[in-house]
Each structure stands twice: as structure tokens, then as C-alpha cells.
């Protein structure tokens, strides 16, 4: 069954909020993600097969706008989206990484089945999570996010093995029948939103519908019990609520008020 519960979070390692987000104000945001798609370049540097490597552009691999474009730092401050992220992982925050994730109709890449955290060797603990914002209504049909609930427990690292096909990661966990049998699909309108630690295993099928399916993915963690290695670290680590604890210092500020730099490429 569908999880809803923040209390239910740690157990089930996803959580779904709905309508998080005004109309109007998904509406602001797909006017900037129509911009953002109108003006990508021709190549793109993405992390795939297990390596960096150039390709050709894609909607889906719209990597970290946030520290380029104050409009997206600001969807990640958003106080309504950072009041879900506090309700599962506490009032003291930092935000580590976004990515657009656009799937065109007809054509979008799928998602191999991964765990988010077995990708990031920068980032040291398990109080993180990936807030996953539906821009677009998504549904199986376009390629809505399905998750495995309960995988993350104990906080395995599972194995990768190569897809060989064309998809986002390049890589996949091998899932058993059962496993999938369990997989929950995240079917929601444009404005709410999914919430899902960085260890439970999640993945989406390609969009073969007549429907774009666009997701704004913000990536959180708990200032006090995960640590980012800020040399390897590929954007600036921002604290955005609260605390900064230990390594307070070297986060950039941008709690409420705070007026943060941003560096257009
Ligand atoms: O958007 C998708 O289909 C997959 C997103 C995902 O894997 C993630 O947010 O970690």
C-alpha cells in the first residue's frame, strides 16, 4: 500500500506528499524548465556507465541547476518542500545535489533499478534523502517513479551490474521476481511530491505515452549526522534550515533571508 506517513518513512523508505505545491506556482515552474530545455546545449557531461563522459543532450540530464540559477536554489528553499524534507529528517539541513529529470513523450529514458548513495562517495552517512517533485501529472504510463519499499533496510550496498541498454544510469541492481512483485508505483499530480532514502531502491520505465513527465529531484541531508566531503564534491553544499553542525563552516549559507551567489555557466 501506498505510503503517506511520515511516520512511516523510516520503515518503508519513501513517503508521498501531496499537492505540495500551487498550481500557480508549478505553473512558474515549468515556464523555467521550458526555458532551461529550450537552451541545452548541444553535449552534456553525465555520470553513466560508471564514469563521466560527454553525450548527446537530453532532457534528463539536466544535472545540478540549482548552484547555476537562483529560480532553482529557491525551488530547494522552498519552505513548504523543506517542511516535508524536516518532517522526516529533522529541522537541521543541508541540500547536496538536484537534478531535472524530463522525460519527452514518446521517447523518455528509463531508470534502472539503483540506490542513490552507492553513486555519491562523497557523501558519508544515511540520514539522506531525494525529494522527488512531479512538474508534470505522472503516472505509469509516462514513466512515474516506482520504489521497492523496505530495501534500504540495514543499508545494504547492492551489487551493479551493466544494463547494456539505453537508459539513464547505465547501470542496474538485479531484482529479484519477488522484489518486483513489491514495487509501488508513485503515480501523482504535478505539485505533489515523493520523498525516498538514498539507499531504497527505486527506478522508472521510459515514457512511451504521448505525455512529457517532468521531476525536479532535491537531494537532502541531516547536517548533524552526514558529512560531505567538500573537496570531492562536485557543487557547493548548502545549509538551508537550521544548524550546520561541525562543518557549518564550510556550507554556504542559505537559510531564510539569506541572499546566496549563484555562478551561471
Ligand atoms: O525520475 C526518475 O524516474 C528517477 C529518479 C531517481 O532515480 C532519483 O531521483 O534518484
Same mark, same amino acid.
Given at each position: !500500500?501506498?505510503?503517506?506517513?511520515?511516520?512511516?518513512?523510516?520503515?518503508?523508505?519513501?513517503?508521498?506528499?501531496?499537492?505540495?505545491?500551487?498550481?500557480?506556482?508549478? @505553473?512558474?515552474?515549468?515556464?523555467?524548465?521550458?526555458?532551461?530545455? *529550450?537552451?541545452?546545449?548541444?553535449?552534456?557531461?553525465?555520470?553513466?556507465?560508471?564514469?563521466?563522459? @560527454?553525450?548527446?543532450?537530453?532532457?534528463?540530464?539536466?544535472?545540478?541547476?540549482?548552484?547555476?540559477?537562483?529560480?532553482?536554489?529557491?525551488?530547494?528553499?522552498?519552505?513548504?518542500?523543506?517542511?516535508?524534507? @524536516?518532517?522526516?529528517?529533522?529541522?537541521?539541513?543541508?541540500?547536496? !545535489?538536484?537534478?531535472?529529470?524530463?522525460?519527452?513523450?514518446?521517447?523518455?529514458?528509463?531508470?534502472?533499478?539503483?540506490?542513490?548513495?552507492?553513486?555519491?562517495?562523497?557523501?558519508?552517512?544515511?540520514?539522506?534523502?531525494?525529494?522527488?517533485?512531479?512538474?508534470?501529472?505522472?503516472?505509469?504510463?509516462?514513466?512515474?517513479?516506482?520504489?521497492? =519499499?523496505?530495501?534500504? @533496510?540495514?543499508?545494504?550496498?547492492?551489487?551493479?551490474?551493466?544494463?547494456?541498454?539505453?537508459?539513464?544510469?547505465?547501470?542496474?541492481?538485479?531484482?529479484?521476481? /519477488?522484489?518486483?512483485?513489491?514495487?509501488? =508505483?508513485? /503515480?501523482?499530480? *504535478?505539485?505533489?511530491?515523493?520523498?525516498?532514502?538514498?539507499?531504497?531502491?527505486?527506478?522508472?520505465?521510459?515514457?512511451?505515452?504521448?505525455?512529457?513527465?517532468?521531476?525536479?529531484?532535491?537531494?537532502?541531508?541531516?547536517?548533524?549526522?552526514?558529512?560531505?566531503?567538500?573537496?570531492?564534491?562536485?557543487? =557547493?553544499?548548502?545549509?538551508?534550515?537550521?544548524?550546520?553542525?561541525?562543518?557549518?563552516?564550510?556550507?554556504?549559507?542559505?537559510?531564510?533571508?539569506?541572499?546566496?551567489?549563484?555562478?551561471?555557466?
Amino acid at each position: !500500500m501506498l505510503n503517506t506517513q511520515p511516520k512511516s518513512f523510516r520503515k518503508e523508505g519513501y513517503c508521498l506528499f501531496e499537492e505540495v505545491l500551487t498550481s500557480q506556482e508549478i @505553473e512558474t515552474i515549468r515556464n523555467e524548465l521550458d526555458k532551461a530545455i *529550450a537552451n541545452l546545449p548541444k553535449k552534456q557531461i553525465i555520470y553513466k556507465d560508471g564514469v563521466d563522459k @560527454e553525450v548527446d543532450a537530453r532532457p534528463e540530464y539536466m544535472v545540478e541547476p540549482h548552484p547555476k540559477n537562483a529560480f532553482w536554489l529557491d525551488v530547494c528553499r522552498h519552505p513548504r518542500v523543506l517542511d516535508t524534507v @524536516e518532517s522526516l529528517l529533522g529541522p537541521d539541513l543541508i541540500l547536496i !545535489m538536484s537534478h531535472l529529470i524530463v522525460k519527452v513523450p514518446e521517447d523518455g529514458l528509463p531508470v534502472a533499478w539503483h540506490q542513490d548513495n552507492t553513486y555519491w562517495h562523497s557523501v558519508d552517512g544515511t540520514d539522506v534523502v531525494t525529494v522527488w517533485l512531479a512538474i508534470d501529472d505522472t503516472d505509469v504510463s509516462n514513466g512515474c517513479m516506482q520504489v521497492i =519499499p523496505c530495501t534500504h @533496510e540495514g543499508y545494504p550496498e547492492m551489487e551493479k551490474v551493466e544494463t547494456g541498454k539505453d537508459d539513464l544510469l547505465g547501470l542496474t541492481v538485479e531484482v529479484t521476481a /519477488e522484489m518486483l512483485a513489491a514495487a509501488v =508505483p508513485l /503515480e501523482m499530480k *504535478a505539485g505533489s511530491l515523493s520523498v525516498h532514502d538514498s539507499f531504497v531502491l527505486h527506478g522508472s520505465e521510459a515514457n512511451t505515452s504521448g505525455r512529457r513527465r517532468a521531476a525536479y529531484t532535491m537531494r537532502y541531508a541531516n547536517a548533524n549526522t552526514v558529512t560531505i566531503d567538500t573537496k570531492e564534491h562536485w557543487v =557547493p553544499v548548502y545549509l538551508v534550515r537550521g544548524q550546520g553542525g561541525a562543518d557549518e563552516k564550510q556550507y554556504v549559507d542559505a537559510r531564510p533571508g539569506r541572499t546566496v551567489p549563484v555562478t551561471p555557466s
